[in-house]
């Protein structure tokens, strides 16, 4: 019945409604694709575009209040929308697959890993108990846990994150399904997990000839991972092809935008290229093309006119659903990406310094110790910032990265002592903060402030959008009355690229984007000298980060303001700052300006960063050098260098001998026995990895 | 770290509870208005009376003197005598402690009964007949007076009807049957409220697993039904239920009071209520204390359970 | 989870205006919320109304008609001095509710403040206030409020201080477990930021948003102090007579309980209607203001 030029799977018009009290929620709306065997098919979008729903309704997992409403979803050439529940269950898990996005809540808490994917076994196959026992422990081997005879008794929190993913991976092959649907298998984990992650996947696709359908808002992992690729916005395909030609030739300007959107290592542009507004809520699409209301091309017709997918390449693989495909230019309107030796300018006379923190420490006391343990026994601390000295100065941008839970958060509030340091001084401006009483602690306030990560967190949801702006200035009496207030918060959102209209609205009536601009506005309020920004964008969708990047920079400008920019995405830390420090378990290992720290001599734990990053485009060719393991555990961290536990280049005396600080050249410094007093590099030392690599981009107007 | 251990902590932290109970029942008499010696020994004493109980209990030492003196005797059993009938005190509680802990118990039993099922089948069958009926019950039984419905039951089982007695109580060593019909209208007038609590709590516990990611993952895996409901999801609903088994154990034990007084039960619940009518002070704090240990103890237990069941508990 | 999140968003989506005036749209169409409030409107009615309106002295003895079973003259009877039993039930609900009223208030305002200082300065004024509380937990409420009696004596004051006492720990409880919460919120690490002093940080910045929650368990608590109050006073430890309430009436009653068992019935009922309509409040509130709660409505309150 089934003949093997036959696609694996294809879905045709895929139509998956929410019914709510507010209307209906078009969560896929006409989707149609299909997977070969053998293929890596990547989804890509922003959140809110669909693609869990599509993963989702493929294996019939939509209940209510979802329903799916038209469509064929054909696998083997059957169509599993006519299959009754029991078909339907015999087919997930043994012939599709399905890995979820957060490891940490995706396998059941009170049984064993072992159990839940013996379970899943017995679930699919005639087998005995043992087997299916032998047959997991061989699965764990498989999927690179370590002891899997001992790990398969263990309970999901006893494994970490990405060992957590690896046993969903040992689950997903059990049955030897032909399909996996990887629904953002990365997202909840460290640039440095993920790489190994994929690799792993990579590498049983292999082995077993699997398809995979890999869901993602991550056009890095696309070039990493996948042969065909496409982009859904608003509950639609908008965009399919091979990934070569979307990524050397995209023909829809949603595409084109996304791509431009996301800042690049080595990238020499001044400022990112945002996408105008947010992506339309499912409920009320505007008619026509539904990216109309931020696509700079658009014409009356696209109000009109629901565009259909249409060849945009020759072979006819390559399809787009833009009506204006042949009218546009799309090879001008990529940025050109090449690597170019002119880095961006790196100003390396800054002002005085402003902070200047010296042997920081900051410790916290465990989650699950009890309160006796704490007064009666030994007592134990997570070294969360662990003698950490920094200066800042005025003018600039320190980025600091890591992973997380390396203390970057920790360190960012510390330093504005909204956190007391155990150990330590923080000098500001002349001024020791760590002395500082109450009101000369308020009257520092309002020269240093703090911007957030979580939008939906970092506003008082019971206060508007005037309050919330306008109270800091009540704090400080920077307002005499209310008058004053209110054209001070107007200043102040025109500032952020927001408006009056906006004064007496609550959070909950904005995007994430524009939540994070009301807060960016309070922190501006009291025009301070110096701004810890924790995360400011990881949160957001590529297309709306890029706005409040180049925002922070004008801002930045136009204020003469200092920051402290923190962040575990490298590629956003290198655009943004000028001094890059990297953290690693509560301990700053290098520090210098970007160029020093983004070319060798690297500390490994920096080169393993870099390297993870996925790449930029599907052509480039590099090694990825993977460290073992995982973060370890900041309660005993690791003795002598804490890396030394992941290093591929640790010796042995990395593990009795705290590292000193060596000065490489200038104020490059590096925290690691592989370089010697003078900061030369010790015959032990070796790079493999090239960072320009990394960006470099096969020409636009190349033919693939 | 093993379970004994965990175990070890959980017991430290019971003993710092009970140490902190026993100065809150030894400081009763010296924080009622008036003179110590006058309350212990009632309002008709004479003075030569109270000034001779003035040595006795030492109250012209200072506090924690007192305090640890009061701490040996009740350890070693020295528990004094009531001030009414001037029985042992000790003798009184050790009589009819187990019969309030039997009535405890029973009626614990009787709101698992009902709790477990009726909370399981509610969450299945969620916003259904089923779940309002469910509902309804809970609703109902939180808001029912349990002397009231004890009165009622009493009324109905025993006077109308005629099955069960209505007041009264018999040792099981006694008369086994006889025991368990006089225990079946005070447990149920006492159970009602907590099988009600609880029936609401195992409901939404379950509806929350159900709503996991976890399960979703199950599904995903095309595990049976049967197998996520049964196993997956309510060994997980279960965990939480135990330590809420524990909690609703200690409003019983609070509960018997009433139940007692209404049912003419006799065990330690009459004790106090007619101890605090009598202003008889140390049959009032070796009750209370004695009850105070036994939820503190029950809640020891419940954490150990707790921490056997769930795998996440880090010893 | 996927479905979370949508309907979750197609209940909140970007709505207009407050919390609480969606709050207020969706209580409106909570019919359980609202038959409990209109339940407590009346409660509240008779409470404070009910000894004017009544149209008998609830001490007024009918000696021709004692023990009498509901009639036209007497709808819920008489009892053994030919008191009129449905002029006493009303005039009985004034009593439950000063008692409810002076004690869940005591015990929220003092839960709450305490919640809010634990919450909020965390560390050792959290341990020391934890500690406490600890031990005030190992006596389930109604044997707190035996020691507190045992201490103060039986009377109708007493037992008000007596329950403020005992919820106070059970109302700090909740209050802390959300206010540790919320003190996570990156909102409340920004008003410390930016120089808000730590009593604003508390009631300005923390407790609106504690607010559902601290309503919602005020509310069930409210419930339980009218139950609770009823078995006090039904073994004579709080109100004595000639005082009305219900507890003391379902007592009297029940000594004559097989002559007349409606002298029970109806104020056992009162209890019953009252109670249920705050727990219908306290859902319809709990749904509404998408309040935490404490595992189940007064799971440990009694
Ligand atoms: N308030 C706290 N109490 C106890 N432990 C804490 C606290 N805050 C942070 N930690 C611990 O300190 C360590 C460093 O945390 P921190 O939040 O600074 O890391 P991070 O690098 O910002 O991580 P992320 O990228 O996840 O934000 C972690 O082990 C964390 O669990
Ligand atoms: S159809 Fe029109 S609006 Fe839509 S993407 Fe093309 S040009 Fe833009
Ligand atoms: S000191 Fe040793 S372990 Fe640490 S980074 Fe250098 S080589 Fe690796
Ligand atoms: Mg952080």
Redesign the interface.
């Known amino acids: 019945m089934s003949s093997s030029d036959e696609p694996l799977l294809e879905v045709e018009n895929l139509r998956t409604e ?1 019914r ?3 209307g209906t ?1 078009k ?1 896929a709306d006409g989707v149609s694709f299909s997977i070969e065997r053998g293929e890596t098919y990547g989804v890509v979008g922003e959140s809110g575009a669909g693609k ?2 599509t993963g ?1 309704s493929v ?1 019939g ?1 939509i ?4 329903q799916i409403v038209g469509g064929e979803i054909r696998y083997k050439g059957r169509d599993l929308r006519t299959l009754s529940q029991e078909e339907l ?6 012939e599709i ?2 890995i ?1 996005q ?1 490891p940490m ?8 890993v072992g159990t839940q994917i013996i ?2 076994i017995l ?2 196959n005639d087998c005995s108990k043992s087997e299916a026992r032998e047959r997991t422990i061989k699965l764990l081997e498989d999927v690179g846990i370590p002891d899997p005879e001992e790990r398969v008794d263990s ?1 999901p ?1 006893q494994f970490s994150g990405g060992m957590r993913q690896r046993a ?1 991976i040992a ?2 092959l059990s049955c030897d399904p032909d399909l996996i649907i990887a629904d953002e298998p990365t997202t909840a984990l460290d640039v440095t997990i993920q790489a190994q992650i994929l690799d792993l996947l990579d590498d049983l696709q292999e082995k077993h000839g699997l398809s995979i359908q890999l869901i993602t808002h991550d056009m890095g992992l696309v070039a990493e991972m996948c042969d065909r690729v496409s982009v859904m916005y608003a509950g639609k395909k908008i965009e399919e092809g091979p990934v070569g030609e979307i990524f050397s030739s995209p023909k829809h300007p949603y595409t084109v935008g996304l791509m431009n959107a996301v800042p690049r290592l080595n990238d020499p542009r001044e400022r990112l290229e945002a996408i105008p507004g947010n992506m339309p ?1 499912l409920i009320d699409n505007p008619s026509g093309c539904s990216f109309r209301p931020r696509c700079e091309y658009a014409t009356e017709e696209c109000k009109q006119i629901e565009p259909p997918l249409e060849p945009a390449g020759a072979g006819g693989a390559h399809t787009s659903a833009c009506l204006k495909l042949d009218e546009i230019d799309f090879d001008t309107s990529i940025v050109p990406d090449r690597t170019t030796d002119e880095t961006p300018v790196e100003g390396t006379n800054f002002g005085e310094p402003i902070i200047e923190a010296d042997g920081l420490q900051k410790y916290f006391d465990p989650e ?1 110790q ?4 704490k007064y009666l026994g030994d007592r134990d601390y997570v070294h969360a910032v662990e003698d950490v000295s920094l200066t800042v100065h005025r003018g600039e941008t320190l980025g600091i990265v890591g992973e997380s839970g390396c203390g970057k958060s920790t360190l960012g ?1 510390v330093l ?1 002592r ?1 956190y007391e340091p155990d150990e330590g001084t923080i000098v500001y401006s002349g001024d020791d903060i760590t002395e500082m009483g109450r009101s000369e ?6 020269e ?3 911007v ?3 939008p939906f ?8 959008v005037l309050d ?1 702006i306008g ?2 200035l009540e ?2 009496d920077q307002v005499a009355n209310s008058e004053e207030k209110r054209e001070r918060v107007v200043e102040l959102l025109e500032d952020v690229g927001m408006s009056e209209r906006h004064l007496n ?2 959070p ?3 995007s994430g984007g524009q939540k994070q601009r009301i ?1 960016i506005a ?2 501006l ?2 025009e301070p000298d110096f701004i810890v920004a924790d995360e400011p964008v990881s949160a957001l969708d590529v297309s709306v980060q890029a706005k409040i990047i180049n925002m922070l920079d004008d801002l930045q400008e136009k204020y003469d303001l200092t920051y402290l920019f923190i962040a575990h995405d490298l590629n956003v830390v290198q655009h943004i700052s000028d001094h890059i420090g990297v953290m690693y378990l509560g301990e700053i290992v290098e520090f210098g300006t970007v160029q020093q720290v983004f070319e060798p001599p690297y500390h490994p734990y920096t080169e393993i960063l870099l390297s993870s990053i996925p790449k930029h485009h599907p052509d480039v060719d590099e090694e990825r050098i993977d460290p073992d393991g995982e973060l370890p555990s900041a309660i005993h961290p690791p003795s002598g260098c804490r890396f030394h536990t992941r290093c591929p280049q640790a010796m042995p005396e990395c593990e009795t001998k705290n590292p000193e600080q060596r000065t490489i050249d200038g104020n490059h410094e590096i925290s690691c026995h592989l370089f010697d007093s003078d900061g030369n590099p010790t015959d032990e030392y070796e790079t493999t990895i090239d960072v320009s690599a990394k960006s470099q981009m096969v020409d636009p107007g190349e033919p693939q | 770290m093993s379970i004994l251990s965990y175990a070890a ?1 959980r017991l ?2 019971s003993i ?1 509870v009970l140490f902190g109970a026993s100065i809150l029942i030894f400081g009763i008499v010296h924080l009622v208005p008036g003179d110590p010696a006058r309350v212990t020994l009632g309002r008709f004493a004479d003075r030569e009376a109270v000034e001779g109980v003035r040595q006795e209990m030492g109250l012209n030492d200072p506090l924690y003197v007192q305090y640890s003196d009061w701490l040996v005797g009740t350890l070693t059993g020295d528990w004094g005598n009531s001030l009414i009938s001037n029985q042992p005190v000790l003798t009184l509680i050790v009589e009819r402690f187990p019969k309030s802990i039997e009535l405890a118990l029973f009626a614990l039993a009787i709101a698992v009964v009902i709790s477990l099922p009726l909370g399981i089948m509610g969450a299945l069958n969620r916003s259904t007949k089923t779940d309002q009926a469910t509902l309804f019950f809970s609703q109902i039984g939180i808001a029912i007076p349990n002397f009231w419905l004890g009165i009622m039951l009493a009324l109905i089982f025993g006077r109308y009807l005629g099955v069960l007695p209505a007041s009264g109580s018999v040792a099981f060593t006694e008369d086994p049957v006889q025991n368990i019909r006089h225990l079946i209208l005070p447990g149920v007038s006492l159970g009602i409220l907590a099988a009600a609590v609880l029936t609401r709590y195992m409901r939404s516990e379950m509806i929350d697993q159900l709503n ?3 399960v ?9 039904k049967k ?1 996520i409901v049964w196993k ?1 999801t309510l ?2 609903a279960l ?1 939480p239920y135990v330590t809420m088994l524990g909690m609703q154990f200690g409003f019983l034990i609070g509960g018997v009071v009433v139940i007692e007084t209404v049912f003419a039960y006799g065990g330690v619940g009459q004790l106090i209520l007619n101890g605090l009518l009598n202003r008889d002070y140390p049959i009032v704090q070796m009750s209370l204390l004695i009850l105070a240990g036994t939820f503190i103890l029950v809640n020891l237990v419940v954490d150990i359970v707790y921490g056997y069941l ?3 508990i ?1 010893y | 989870m ?2 979370g999140k ?2 979750s968003f ?10 609480f005036h969606l709050a207020y749209k969706r209580f409106r169409s909570h019919r359980l919320g609202v038959i409990g409030l209109v339940i407590v409107i009346g409660y509240l009615f008779f409470a404070i109304a009910g000894p004017i309106i009544v149209p008998r002295d609830p001490t007024a003895m009918d000696s021709a008609s004692r023990l009498a079973g509901p009639s036209m003259a007497h709808p819920f009877g008489t009892d053994h001095y030919g008191r009129d039993v449905f002029t006493r039930t009303v005039v009985g609900a004034r009593a439950s509710l000063q008692v409810a009223v002076l004690s869940v208030g005591f015990a929220t305002i003092a839960g709450v403040t305490f919640g809010l200082v634990s919450g909020f300065f965390r560390g050792y004024v959290d ?1 020391a206030i ?2 406490a509380v600890d031990v005030m937990l190992a006596f389930p409420s109604i044997l707190l409020a035996l020691v507190v009696i045992a201490i103060l004596g039986p009377g109708l004051n007493r037992t008000i201080l007596a329950l403020g006492i005992a919820y106070t720990p059970l109302m700090l409880r909740i209050t802390r477990g959300s206010a540790l919460s919320v003190r ?4 409340v ?9 730590s009593w604003n940080v508390m009631f300005k ?1 923390m407790f ?2 504690l607010f559902p929650t601290v309503i919602v368990q005020a509310t069930i608590t409210f419930a339980f102090a009218i139950l609770v109050e009823a078995a006090l006073s039904y073994l004579g430890l709080s109100a004595q007579p000639p005082t009305v309430t219900w507890g003391i009436m379902i007592s009297e009653g029940q000594e004559v309980l097989t002559v007349n068992p409606w002298m029970s019935i109806f104020p056992g009922l009162a209890i019953i209607v009252t109670v249920l309509g705050l727990t219908f409040l306290g859902i319809g509130l709990r749904d509404s203001l998408d309040a935490q709660e404490d595992g189940t409505i007064g799971g440990g309150f009694q």
């Open positions: 929410f709510t009290d507010r929620v969560a869990t729903v989702l294996i997992l209940d209510n209040p979802g269950r015999s087919i997930r898990g043994d697959a399905m979820f957060d809540t995706a396998l059941n808490p009170a049984y064993t379970d899943t679930t699919h309970y929190h969903l689950m997903a809520d699950n009890s309160w006796f343990e509030r504005l909204l602690l308020r009257n520092l306030r309002s240093v402030q703090m957030f990560q979580d967190s970092s506003l008082n949801p019971q206060k508007t919330i109270r800091p704090v400080h609205r609550y909950h009536e904005f807060g309070r922190a309020a009291v | 902590k430290f932290v710092w996991k990611d976890y979703t993952t199950a599904r995903a895996f095309g595990h049976p197998r997956y060994k997980n965990i769930n795998p996440r880090s | 996927v479905y949508i309907v197609a209940r909140n989506g970007f709505h207009d205006g407050s919390q341990e934890m500690r996570e919120e990156e909102y690490t920004a008003a410390v930021a930016y120089g808000e002093r910045e609106p948003n």
